[in-house]
């Protein structure tokens, strides 16, 4: 059988199963009595080995195998749980993890497994039995709602009769989900399903370990259906019953409870391929710069009808165009949920004590920022745990807790998402902070000492900056808060610190919620029209030429009791012919930039404007101040301002 059209399908349960994992030990390791946890990650190590087996992929069939075999005993009581089997766990994830890279790369045969595997067999060969081995598997019974009795009672006559069937397979059983297909098709040939235990989605998702019960009603000879049921491969036994309808065995449950909270749930997900929405994206992108050349025929036209259908297309646009950036989002806790691993590792190489609370996983993204925001959250993690976190001991001196903590979470503001990165460590050294950016040469004594704090902390986004006394294997290379804030801002982001020495310090990352399209304000100057991002802008004020003051070569106003500076936008994109500097009533757009307010002179503020960012490719590549192009309804390409550049 050619495999290879599966593949993707394959990976991406493969990653599902692997987070599922890494999370149900983490899990485990706090509760270890947690039947329920275990028996989720038995099933989880169960569908991986099925699915892995049957494209051919051996040593992850073995290894999962080999997992399997530690959990049963896990299961059955045969084996207690102890640190050192949780350990070896994570290790066999770890390296399924490995191989699920390599799959990807067609180089599973370069992965050695033996040792892993061996570390495992050790525990189902020489394990610490605490009990004679005996069968403890629950009895499964079926049983039914009062609704579920009258339906039963209304569809049974003379003829028809209900029985419960009680399938058991083979312990060795590798594809599950295909032998209960076959098994469900057999009874639906000779007759109704009424009910199953699990549910039929749970079987189908082989949620189950070897024993379910399914009733059937039938008016075929029972034992025909037993007979055609046993003849499917894998199917180690199979019993029936006739049930007397009137004495069903009742589920006690709330009293409203209706037929239809018991309605077959059905998969309401369907995967795409993420290219498949980049080129939707993209039409829906066009269709935005079309949609502003019709409102631009439509002005000049005057025509009443032509700017009813404009209006209509406009917002069928809008909502096409969200419809669009919802089916890109993606829950941000797909990133979170590799760090609960991260930071557990992390302290026990450290030897320290540390809780990892995570808020706001629901969040959304656009799935190109989620792809590339993982990398820079790692690094901010890693020097949380390894600079931030104190050990134990030093933290009780200073009347700390033994256990710190690292709070991660998210949320949205406005157009934004906002990423938080608390710790109660002991924050930031700004002294320490100063002396190394001195000794680095980054900035001058009289600078320095009329830069604010947090500018100071800055600093430590500067290439190779390390406040660290020694190199460990987790930091202190200076590699890392510059790839973060690179990164950051390549994404369109800004990132802020804020710390108190001794009791901890904080980092936002601010992102926008899509790259694709967004809300600018076109603005003019001379004859060009540029776009400025909605996001920035704090507000608009108009300001007469006598109310800018001169300080150090720097134009300034005031805001509100606030000293800000003000820029000619002319000076920074060289265009000649602006006018502004002639005018007496100007517009200045005041935006803010992190915790700073700059204020940006145009010529005129035309209107606002939702535009699709293009790059200005790799001809021009990286131009400073521009962060890309946008082409209008005219056909015109106007320029997008970066504004964190030009402030």
């Known amino acids: ?109 370069d992965i050695e497994i033996s040792g892993v595997v061996q570390a495992l067999q050790l525990f189902t060969v020489s394990g610490v039995a605490v009990q004679p081995q005996q069968e403890r598997r629950k009895n499964i019974q079926l049983r039914y709602l009062e609704a579920e009795k009258d339906e039963i009672l209304a569809a049974i006559n003379d003829e028809t009769g209900l029985y419960h069937f009680t399938v058991k397979m083979a312990e060795n059983c590798v594809l599950k989900g295909v032998r209960v297909f076959m098994v469900l098709r057999e009874i639906e040939r000779l007759g109704t399903i009424v009910k199953s235990v699990p549910s039929l989605k749970d079987l189908e998702d082989e949620k189950f370990d070897q024993e379910f019960i399914v009733a059937v009603l039938m008016s075929n ?209 700004v002294e320490k902070v100063k002396e190394k950016a001195l000794k680095m040469g980054l900035v001058t004594k ?16 500067m290439p190779g900056f390390s406040t660290a006394s020694k190199v460990t294997d987790v930091s202190g290379r200076g590699v890392g808060m510059d790839v973060v804030k690179t990164k950051v801002d390549s994404l369109g982001g800004m990132i802020r610190i804020h710390s108190v020495f001794g009791q901890g310090s904080l980092l936002e990352i601010r992102l926008p919620l899509t790259l694709a399209i967004i809300q600018t304000l076109m603005v003019q100057l001379g004859k060009e029209i540029y776009a400025i991002p909605s996001g920035y802008i704090e507000q608009i004020i108009s300001l007469r030429q006598d109310e800018i003051k001169q300080v150090r070569s720097q134009q300034v106003c005031m805001l509100r009791g606030e000293l800000i500076p003000i820029i000619r936008l002319q000076d920074v994109l060289d265009t000649p012919d602006a006018i502004n500097h ?34 200005l490719g790799g001809y021009l590549g990286s131009v400073k101040g521009i962060a890309g192009a946008t082409i209008l309804g005219d056909g015109k390409v106007a320029l997008i301002i970066d504004i964190r550049a030009v402030a």
């Open 1 to 109: 059988m050619d495999t290879s059209q599966y593949l993707s399908v394959f990976m991406d349960e493969c990653r599902e199963h692997l987070q599922t994992l890494n999370q149900s030990l983490l899990e485990l390791e706090h509760d270890p009595e947690n039947s329920s946890i275990l028996d989720q990650i038995f099933r989880a190590a169960h569908t991986l080995k099925g699915a892995s087996a049957t494209m051919g992929f051996n040593k992850m069939a073995n290894l999962t195998h080999t997992m399997e075999d530690v959990l049963s005993k896990l299961r059955s009581k045969e084996l207690t749980m102890t640190p050192e089997i949780v350990n070896t766990l994570f290790e066999a994830v770890d390296l399924l993890e490995i191989l699920a890279n390599k799959i990807g790369e067609g180089k599973e045969e």
């Open 446 to 461: 009289e600078a320095l000492a009329e830069m604010r704090e947090d500018q100071i902390l800055e600093l430590t986004f």
């Open 582 to 615: 002639e005018l007496e009533e100007l517009d200045v757009v005041v935006l803010r930039v992190g915790d700073r307010l700059v204020g940006c002179v145009v010529d005129s503020l035309l209107r606002q404007q939702d535009v699709v960012i293009k790059s």
């Open 221 to 429: 000879p029972p034992e025909e259906l037993a007979k055609c049921i046993a003849n499917i491969t894998d199917i180690a036994e199979v019993n029936f019953e006739k049930i007397d309808p009137q004495n069903l065995p009742l589920e006690k449950r709330a009293q409203n409870q209706t037929v239809e909270d018991r309605v077959k749930v059905t998969g309401q997900t369907v995967r795409v391929d993420i290219r498949k929405l980049d080129v939707l994206m993209n039409l829906v992108a066009e269709l935005v710069i079309h949609r502003s050349r019709l409102e631009s025929i439509g002005s000049v036209l005057q025509s009443k009808d032509l700017d009813e259908v404009v209006e209509q297309v406009g917002r069928l646009t809008l909502d096409l165009r969200d419809s669009v950036l919802k089916t890109r989002m993606v829950p941000i806790e797909t990133v979170f949920s590799r760090f609960p691993r991260l930071v557990r590792d992390l302290s026990k190489e450290l030897g320290k004590e540390i809780e990892l609370i995570i808020e706001g996983g629901e969040t959304e993204l656009d799935r190109t920022v989620i792809d590339e925001i993982g990398d820079p959250l790692v690094h901010i993690i890693r020097n949380a745990v390894d600079h931030g976190i104190e050990p134990p001991e030093e933290r009780e001196k200073a009347g700390k807790p033994r256990t710190g903590t690292i709070r991660l979470n998210a949320y949205q503001e406005g157009n934004n998402v906002v990423i938080a990165i608390e710790d109660d460590g002991r924050g930031f050294n």
